[in-house]
């Protein structure tokens, strides 16, 4: 890897950073022309990056989120969460012409539907991603995928600069809200070290339902493709080998956030030269452990959190 002492942070996370308001302790999502009750109110920082990079932040390694919010009270708030979760915020630029992004969440204990406004969430575009900022970091994470309008075309560019630059890569794409789930995508993945499809996502790339014939698809495609299959666990296809890390069991309280936990903890053993079961099973607890608070509990990987999880269990 190139670059030496000019290497300040270990992850650029390069996406999404939204408001997430989350309604949880729903017995079941609502369906249109009815209503249920939410137990809890809460609001927080959120976005597929965003939660990645907090957690890879209280994981300890030095993170800098690359990422847009608007000049209003939103924006305000969530500098000031990325910063209380020691998240690097210098590149957080702001927007007066657009509204901070907002998702609300609506989670059960088995699964979540999001219901967002873009604002300045697909505002990043390549040119974001800077060769000055890019020479100063180890690793390339990109997130919310599909919600990256102005960036998607000109990704498979910016992963092929940060190899060239000493880079390693990952791409988690979220949940497409058109459910088209291609708009260069394969493209993009010839470019990827880590790819972090969950099996809905999985599903709808491939085509294939089953979890495992899905990653089958996916082999290949990159060097790595970790899948995460919720409360079973994760699988991943590495140098043609396939590998499986069950899932811990905990008190489930909101299952937002929990698959880009499972990112950063895949991440801080990936980028630790361990092997990819053991990235498995890190990433499985920092999900595991992320589900027993509600919204982005980033804090709880603290202080080894999910470590002491995974010894415990």
């Known amino acids: 890897m190139t670059g030496g002492d000019r290497r300040h942070y270990t992850v650029i996370a390069f996406g999404d950073l939204n408001v997430d308001l989350v309604l949880s302790g729903m017995r079941e999502a609502p369906k249109f022309g009815g209503e249920v009750l939410a137990e809890k109110l809460g609001m927080h920082a959120g976005g597929s990056t ?8 209280q994981l300890g390694m030095p993170t800098v989120l690359v990422t847009n919010v608007g000049d209003d009270s939103f924006g305000d708030f969530l500098l000031q969460e990325m910063q209380r ?19 609300v969440s609506l989670s059960t204990p088995n699964d979540r539907a999001f219901v967002t406004h873009l604002g300045t969430i697909d505002s990043l575009t390549a040119a974001d991603a800077t060769e000055e900022l890019l020479e100063q970091a180890d690793h390339l994470h990109v997130g919310g995928y599909y919600l990256q309008a102005k960036l998607r075309p000109d990704l498979p560019t910016v992963f092929r600069r940060a190899h060239e630059l000493g880079l390693t890569t ?27 499809p969950n099996e809905t996502e999985a599903a709808g790339i491939t085509g294939h339902e089953e979890p495992q014939k899905a990653l089958e698809a996916l082999a290949g495609c990159c060097r790595v493709v970790a899948l995460k ?5 994760s699988m991943a296809t590495a140098d ?3 590998h499986f890390a069950p899932g811990l069991k905990v008190p489930v309280v909101d299952t937002t956030g929990c698959g880009d936990a499972f990112d950063a903890g895949f991440l801080h053993e990936w980028l630790a030269a361990k092997h990819v079961e053991d990235c498995l099973r890190l990433g499985n607890a920092c999900g595991a452990l992320i589900a027993t608070a509600p919204g982005n509990a980033a804090h709880l990987l603290a202080n080894r959190g999910a470590q002491a999880l995974l010894a415990r269990q």
């Open 50 to 57: 965003a939660n990645a990079a907090a957690c890879c932040a």
């Open 85 to 103: 979760y020691g998240v690097l915020t210098t590149h957080i630029l702001r927007h007066n012409s657009l509204n901070t992004g907002i998702t």
């Open 170 to 196: 990952s791409l988690d794409t979220g949940f497409d809200p058109a459910e088209e789930w291609d708009g260069g995508l394969m493209e993009a993945l010839r470019e990827v070290d880590v790819f972090f």
């Open 229 to 233: 299959v919720g409360m079973e666990g």
């Open 240 to 242: 043609g080998e396939e």
